[in-house]
């Protein structure tokens, strides 16, 4: 079928959304008409350095409604609205026990451009397209795998959903998966981007005592005092690990970096109390660390987690019951784009004027 597509032909080049063929759903597969996709910062990653081959239809945070199934399918029936979540192959160790966001084959999957069965599903004047998260949701269309599609509420905006799929299941996953904190403990967010927004949600709901937001933007730091955060701090005017430690009396509990940047991740680890624990979820480069020192010697604990360390059927529903409820409000990090206002939406993505773009597809 002849569907309009988000195209990305090389490094760092514009999006151009024009017609491409999107083929008819294979057994286990699921056809979606994508109602609006999230812009999250792996798709600008993948388009600026090519962790997908070119020429490749990226978004991975789509929504829709499903209006074809393919044989074998036996979770989703047409008609249901969905959120479509990173692929996995359902059958390795980390899959069977839980873990897919460290599924074997996530790389091969998700940023290998090919369908599980190692074809393609998108044309274009008889070359093939990568897809990229077994979903390429910047797109009028999208085929994906069972196990992408995450069936939702049809009560809740279909439009607003997309990016439970990755970046804010990210963030409240890391949390709520992973860190697991303890009722009345301290945690520390490093980065108030949409992912750390998220994270500091999750850290409400879990009843934290002290939910601290580090980041240099005032801007940002407000939004999260206004979504849950006890304490604020600019890291460009004040010392972190003096002012973390001053206000839990020692440390905290918890911290959980989203930045990447090696400097925030050194200042991560010393704020944290003995026995405390770090997780990285950003993209990190080369650094040094004192292993005795900043870890071993407190016995401190540093973990990377991947898309929150959730099972996307059983998480993002849970997600919507908690918005429904009024304490999970993601709605207020959104900005809605126009399907054929993408370039703008990555750009104010990019420059901080928005926190959250989704891209309205239909």
Not at 191 to 196: E, H, K, L, R
């Amino acid at each position: 079928m002849k569907i309009k597509a988000a195209v990305t032909y090389g490094k760092g080049e514009q999006f151009k959304i024009e017609e491409v063929e999107l083929a008819e759903p294979r057994a286990n597969e699921v056809l979606i008409k994508i109602v609006a996709s999230g812009v999250c910062h792996t798709d600008a990653v993948a388009r600026d350095l090519g962790t997908t081959p070119y020429p490749v239809v990226l978004g991975h945070e789509g929504s829709g409604v499903v209006e074809k199934i393919g044989a074998g399918v036996k979770t989703i029936q047409p008609g249901d609205h969905v959120v479509l979540s990173f692929a996995s192959c359902g059958h390795c160790e980390n899959c069977l026990t839980g873990h897919p966001t460290v599924c074997t084959n996530f790389n091969e999957l998700n940023f290998g451009g090919k369908m599980e069965d190692h074809t393609h599903r998108l044309q274009q004047h008889d070359h093939e397209l990568s897809t990229f998260f077994g979903q390429s949701s910047f797109a009028t269309y999208a085929v994906a795998n069972e196990r992408n599609v995450v069936k939702v509420d049809k009560d809740v905006d279909l439009a607003l959903l997309g990016p439970l799929g990755c970046g804010i299941q990210t963030g409240s996953g890391t949390v709520l998966n992973r860190l697991k904190p303890r009722f009345g403990t301290s945690i520390a967010v490093y980065g108030t981007g949409a992912v750390g927004l998220s994270a500091i949600m999750a850290a409400n709901i879990t009843g934290c005592k002290n939910i601290i937001a580090v980041d240099i933007h005032d801007s940002r730091l407000e939004v999260a005092k206004e979504l849950g955060a006890t304490h604020i701090i600019n890291s460009k005017h004040e010392d972190v690990v003096g002012r973390m430690k001053e206000i839990t009396d020692g440390g905290t509990h918890y911290g959980l970096d989203t930045t990447g940047v090696p400097i925030v991740i050194r200042q991560a680890l010393r704020a944290l109390r003995p026995l405390g624990q770090l997780a990285i979820v950003g993209v990190t480069p080369e650094m040094n660390i004192n292993v005795h020192e900043e870890i071993m010697a407190e016995g401190k604990t540093m973990v990377g987690v991947i898309e929150g360390d959730a099972v996307p059927q059983l998480f993002i529903p849970e997600l919507v019951e908690y918005y429904k409820k009024g304490l999970f409000p993601f709605d207020k990090l959104v900005k809605f784009y126009h399907f054929n206002d993408i370039n703008t939406a990555f750009e104010d993505s990019k420059k901080g004027l928005t926190i959250k773009p989704i891209v309205k597809i239909s």
